[in-house]
Structure formats: C-alpha cells, structure tokens
C-alpha cells in the first residue's frame, strides 16, 4: 500500500468517533475500495459502484451484553454521487442529521459533503437507537463541507413530484430498480449519464418523470430514438403514446437532456410537462 492511500484511509477514520455511551469501536477497522467492496457487501455491492464510489470505511462498535453497531462510511468522490446513494433507500422517518437521513428498524442512513454514512444496530432497542443517533451527529459534526446536490434536481418542481423522494443515479439497473422502464437499455445509460426520476399523484394516477443528462448532444439523440423506436412503436404523434392502460406517456429532447413523462393521465398534461421542464432547461 502506498503512503497515499495509507494517508486517505486514515483521513478517513479521523472522522468517526471510537467510543459513544460505552460502545468502543474495535482496535483496527476495514477498509474496502471499487475492487474489493464485494469481499464485505456481496449484491448490495454494485449499487455502490454505480455510484463510483471511492472508499469504505467499516467500523464495529461494542458493548458487552449488548447489540453490535456497525459503521459504513462511504468517501463517494462527489457530493453529487453522496447524494444519489442516499435516494437509493428514501425508506424511514427524517432523522435531521447531515444534509438529509433516514431512520427505520435499527439503521440510520444520511449524506454530508462527498461522503454516505450508514450506522446500524444487530437489534433495534431504545438504547440502540441513540447510540446511533449521537454517532451519526459526531460524524456529520466532524465533517466540515456541505455538498450541492446535482444541478438536474432543480428541473423538477415540488408541484409536480414529492421532492424529498427524488432519485438521482447514472444507470440502467438503479433506474429499472425504481421504476422498470425495460429489460435492456433503451435509453442508453451508462456511467457518463446522469438521471434524476421523481413521482407526483394527478387525478389519483402515479406518474414518473424522467430527465437524463448525456455527455454530447449526438448521444442524447441516439438514445432518443432508441427509446421512441422501442418503447412507443405505436405513436399517436412524435414522442407521444398512449399505453394499455390508458395512460400517457411523453418524450422530447432539450440541448443534451432527454425528458421524459411516464403514466400521465391524459396527453395534454403530459405535454404540458415536457413544455414545463424543457422552459427550466432553457432557464439554467
């Protein structure tokens, strides 16, 4: 191991606490990067490479006759890819640490600056749950920087989607995770792009808007057409289908953003949608 990478890991670990409310951290901690992040996280393993994170810190913490606490932290590069692994799991109540947090059964999860933080318990018990709650706020406390969330989660209004439920990620598998779309790529995703899918409730219907950034314009066409030539062979007029359900779905493209309006209730919304989102586009 070289001097660097001896120096980041151990930058890493200046941030955690090693004692809180007579849990102890154990004397060394595990360290895993890109390659090696399987040997700890066997499937869970490739969210957090699709994600292009950097480093993993593991610390265990112990209490004698107690439940073992277990320390995740992530040094995810960016703090735009600290956040979009964050909004892989929005399931929980807001724990108001760091930037945004989740709470539910024994795990806490929340982002700060470039780094995810994940802080769970072997047992939920009411001892537990503050344990973890004071070592997540020790951790967001040590670090100092505050990220910005990526610039495509502005395109998205708080009167069209549930704002603290938007998703942020680069490709085909988080996206098919979230809302399936189709068994292969159709819109081309890859480590390049990045996407943002938020839902809104019209008419008591659940549709899904989907905007993709790609690197060049050539791209952003080729993946255009991909998808109208595949997913809406039956177009009532160019990007516009109506599904069996009798829903509505619309796709058009702005500069290098592909748009995207899934399950709308009629064609005028969904229209109506795209025209919203391509006038913010023109606006950044």
Same mark, same amino acid.
């Given at each position: 191991?070289?001097?660097?990478?001896?120096?980041?890991?151990?930058?890493?670990?200046?941030?955690?606490?090693?004692?809180?409310?007579?849990?102890?951290?154990?004397?060394?901690?595990?360290?895993?990067?890109?390659?090696?992040?399987?040997?700890?996280?066997?499937?869970?393993?490739?969210?957090?490479?699709?994600?292009?994170?950097? @480093?993993? +810190?593991?610390? #265990?913490?112990?209490? *004698? =006759? %107690?439940?073992?606490? $277990?320390?995740?932290?992530?040094?995810?590069?960016?703090?735009?890819?600290?956040?979009?692994?964050?909004?892989?799991?929005?399931?929980?109540?807001?724990?108001?640490?760091?930037?945004?947090?989740?709470?539910?059964?024994?795990?806490?999860?929340?982002?700060?600056?470039?780094?995810?933080?994940?802080?769970?318990?072997?047992?939920?018990?009411?001892?537990?749950?503050?344990?973890?709650?004071?070592?997540?706020?020790?951790?967001?406390?040590?670090?100092?920087?505050?990220?910005?969330?990526?610039?495509?989660?502005?395109?998205?209004?708080?009167?069209?989607?549930?704002?603290?439920?938007?998703?942020?990620?680069?490709?085909?598998?988080?996206?098919?995770?979230?809302?399936?779309?189709?068994?292969?790529?159709?819109?081309?995703?890859?480590?390049?792009? @990045?996407? +943002?899918?938020? #839902?809104?409730?019209? *008419? =008591? %219907?659940?549709?899904? $808007?989907?905007?993709?950034?790609?690197?060049?314009?050539?791209?952003?066409?080729?993946?255009?057409?991909?998808?109208?030539?595949?997913?809406?062979?039956?177009?009532?007029?160019?990007?516009?289908?109506?599904?069996?359900?009798?829903?509505?779905?619309?796709?058009?493209?702005?500069?290098?953003?592909?748009?995207?309006?899934?399950?709308?209730?009629?064609?005028?919304?969904?229209?109506?949608?795209?025209?919203?989102?391509?006038?913010?586009?023109?606006?950044?």
């Amino acid at each position: 191991m070289d001097n660097c990478s001896k120096q980041a890991k151990r930058d890493l670990g200046s941030l955690l606490p090693r004692e809180m409310l007579g849990w102890r951290a154990e004397e060394k901690d595990h360290s895993y990067d890109f390659q090696t992040i399987f040997d700890y996280i066997d499937g869970a393993g490739e969210v957090y490479r699709s994600y292009n994170f950097k @480093e993993l +810190v593991v610390r #265990r913490f112990k209490k *004698e =006759g %107690k439940p073992e606490i $277990i320390m995740d932290f992530f040094d995810m590069g960016s703090s735009e890819d600290a956040f979009g692994v964050f909004t892989h799991d929005l399931e929980g109540e807001d724990a108001g640490i760091g930037q945004a947090s989740t709470y539910k059964g024994g795990l806490l999860s929340f982002w700060k600056g470039p780094y995810f933080v994940s802080i769970y318990a072997e047992e939920e018990t009411e001892e537990t749950k503050d344990v973890l709650l004071n070592l997540g706020e020790a951790v967001a406390s040590a670090i100092k920087e505050e990220g910005e969330k990526p610039a495509l989660v502005a395109l998205l209004s708080e009167q069209e989607v549930d704002i603290g439920k938007i998703h942020y990620f680069h490709n085909h598998m988080i996206l098919n995770y979230h809302f399936f779309v189709a068994d292969e790529n159709i819109l081309l995703l890859d480590q390049q792009t @990045e996407a +943002v899918l938020g #839902r809104g409730i019209q *008419e =008591g %219907k659940e549709y899904a $808007i989907l905007v993709v950034r790609y690197p060049e314009a050539k791209k952003v066409s080729q993946a255009y057409n991909s998808f109208v030539n595949i997913y809406m062979p039956d177009a009532v007029e160019p990007g516009l289908v109506q599904t069996e359900d009798m829903l509505w779905t619309a796709s058009d493209i702005e500069d290098n953003l592909l748009v995207i309006i899934f399950n709308a209730s009629s064609d005028i919304i969904a229209k109506e949608m795209i025209k919203k989102i391509k006038e913010r586009i023109g606006r950044k």
